[in-house]
């Protein structure tokens, strides 16, 4: 199957909107309170010397990181438009990046195809993907990883909408970041608790590791704290 074309039209107009200035995105933190953190729990049970792939990878701000981390980084995502911002950001192309639809599944296949077994790094792609396309989002992994490839997958929990619900209904409503994310259409923290763990075993994924964290957003509430979606992550083999 492959994303509905709403799915698709709703990413496309929000990276169309989004300026190139970094944290512009709601999500597009500082590596150091993200991907930095995360390389770490992932490092001790994956090759540096493979590829690592970025799933949904935006302006590939974390994917530029990923790159100083490992062999090689590649940053896919469903937009064009995001692509374009990664593209632009990384002029001495220490990183790769192009348009793939993971649910497409020969596309998938393909991109596997080119970079033999690789990691992967997806940071909160599943909760917000249409509900029937997530099973092969979680398939897409286990494809890219193969046999001798790892995973690192971080997903919002339900804890995440408390927080984004006393965000919306803060005095002045929600920040013009979170806000555009609800204009768009996109529903962040959209899937239970129980439903990523069952999606990544029966997609054939291992849990090596997890744990839980938070997701540091680039927006802040009325009293100044930043916003920190609650998330739980994993680190994943093939079986």
């Known amino acids: 199957m492959n994303v509905s074309d709403n799915y698709r039209n709703a990413w496309e107009r929000y990276w169309s909107e989004t300026s190139d200035e970094a944290g512009e ?6 590596p150091a309170l993200s991907a930095e953190p995360h390389s770490a729990l992932l490092l001790p049970h994956a090759d540096a010397e493979r590829t690592i792939v970025d799933l949904g990878c935006g302006n590939g701000t974390t994917t530029r990181y990923l790159a100083t981390r490992f062999a090689r980084a590649v940053g896919v995502d469903l ?20 348009q793939l639809d993971l649910t497409d599944t020969g596309a998938v296949r393909a991109l596997h195809e080119q970079l033999g077994d690789a990691h992967v790094y997806m940071r909160a792609v599943i909760h ?19 046999g001798a490839g790892r995973a690192f997958v ?6 995440s909408r408390d927080v984004l619900r006393r965000a919306a ?3 002045g409503g929600p920040g013009p970041k979170l806000q555009r994310v609800f204009q768009h259409g996109l529903k962040p ?5 129980e439903e990523i ?7 054939g994924l291992r849990v090596l ?5 938070t997701l540091p957003q680039t927006e802040h509430l009325a009293d100044g704290t930043r916003i920190d979606l609650p998330a739980r992550w994993f680190v994943l083999a093939g079986k």
């Open 154 to 159: 971080v997903e919002l929990t339900s804890g």
């Open 189 to 193: 923290a959209d899937a239970d608790d």
């Open 128 to 146: 917000q993907s249409e509900p029937e396309a997530r099973p092969a989002v979680a398939a897409a992994v286990a494809e890219i990883i193969g």
């Open 25 to 30: 995105a709601i999500w597009d933190c500082d």
């Open 197 to 203: 763990p069952k999606l990544l075993a029966a997609a």
């Open 79 to 98: 937009s064009h438009a995001a692509v374009e911002h990664a593209r632009r950001a990384t002029p001495d192309d220490t990183a790769e990046f192009q």
């Open 209 to 213: 590791a997890e744990g839980e964290t």
């Open 169 to 171: 209904s803060q005095p």
